[in-house]
């Protein structure tokens, strides 16, 4: 397939994915998508985010970024800034098919990474984190079946972003307990994981200088000021109710919003 063909399917793609994005959560949910869109590999997948963050004609204000495995491979998304939140917010539970929650780490860089730029190695990318937030994002898929869903399906959709709350930040200190930090994070005053986090990547930071190099490669640039939110430390809550979630993480601002 040419590259024009390759992008042409990209863009279709996308154009499904914020028809979904932009209607109203069940409402707009993809039950099929034409078999002949689907990605044929993770290149591909990445074309259709950033086709997808482009029709939502928003700048990319954050990336998600993960791991199953202290060393297996990574991948992530651009997270469009309507969907980004530095600040406690109020969200509709209608506005996500199925919203899943994770407690996760974020970081805030203090540099700018010029596009086709690079390659840049851990300790650059590391030297350049200005702050460390708790963050609480909403997994929320535009197709109805999910969690059944093809993995390349979820990684053109964006990862299954539905929205980032980030808290306030600290200055990075090298010395903070990345693997293992003590947290409470809970919903509606209840627990919302009751067991011993822990981020199935091990040290979150070595993700970010994949997400430098990935966009830059690309021909994104990576701004000054960008988040880089990297994994869950408390798997994925499903929230059956509106209420309050609310993430605490030792030595960190706590983060939540209210769902409606």
């Known amino acids: 397939m040419s590259g024009e063909s390759v992008m042409d399917k990209a863009g279709a793609l996308a154009a499904h994915l914020v028809a979904a994005r932009t209607a109203n959560g069940a409402d707009g949910a993809l039950d099929t998508v034409a078999p002949d869109l689907r990605p044929a590999n993770a290149d591909d997948a990445y074309d259709v985010q950033h086709a997808t963050v482009r029709?939502?004609?928003?700048?990319?204000?954050?990336?998600?970024?993960?791991?199953?495995?202290?060393?297996?491979?990574?991948?992530g998304a651009p997270l469009p800034s309507t969907g980004v939140f530095l600040k406690?917010?109020?969200?509709?539970?209608?506005?996500?098919?199925?919203?899943?929650?994770?407690l996760e780490i974020a970081f805030t860089l203090g540099r700018r990474f010029d596009?086709?730029?690079?390659?840049?190695?851990?300790?650059t990318v590391i030297g350049a984190i200005e702050s460390v937030h708790a963050a609480i994002e909403?997994?929320?898929?535009?197709?109805?079946?999910?969690?059944?869903?093809?993995?390349?399906?979820?990684?053109?959709?964006?990862?299954?972003?539905?929205?980032?709350?980030?808290?306030?930040?600290?200055?990075?200190?090298?010395?903070?307990?990345f693997v293992a930090p003590q947290m409470h994070f809970t919903?509606?005053?209840?627990?919302?994981?009751?067991?011993?986090?822990?981020?199935?990547?091990?040290?979150?930071?070595?993700?970010?200088?994949w997400v430098v190099n990935h966009s830059v490669s690309r021909g994104v640039a990576v701004e000054a000021g960008t988040v880089l939110t990297a994994g869950s430390?408390?798997?994925?809550?499903?929230?059956?109710?509106?209420?309050?979630?609310?993430?605490?993480?030792?030595?960190?601002?706590?983060?939540?919003?209210?769902?409606?």
């Open 55 to 75: 029709a939502l004609g928003a700048a990319i204000a954050a990336w998600k970024v993960g791991s199953k495995s202290v060393d297996g491979p990574v991948q």
């Open 88 to 102: 406690p917010a109020t969200l509709s539970r209608a506005a996500f098919v199925k919203p899943g929650l994770e």
């Open 115 to 123: 596009a086709h730029s690079g390659p840049y190695d851990d300790a």
């Open 138 to 177: 909403v997994v929320a898929s535009r197709f109805r079946a999910w969690p059944d869903v093809d993995k390349l399906w979820q990684l053109a959709d964006l990862q299954n972003h539905g929205a980032l709350v980030v808290g306030e930040g600290v200055r990075y200190d090298a010395a903070y307990p």
């Open 187 to 209: 919903f509606g005053g209840a627990d919302a994981f009751p067991g011993t986090p822990a981020n199935p990547a091990g040290d979150p930071r070595r993700l970010l200088a």
């Open 233 to 260: 430390y408390t798997g994925i809550y499903l929230p059956s109710s509106p209420g309050v979630a609310r993430g605490e993480i030792d030595g960190l601002p706590p983060v939540q919003f209210t769902l409606v």
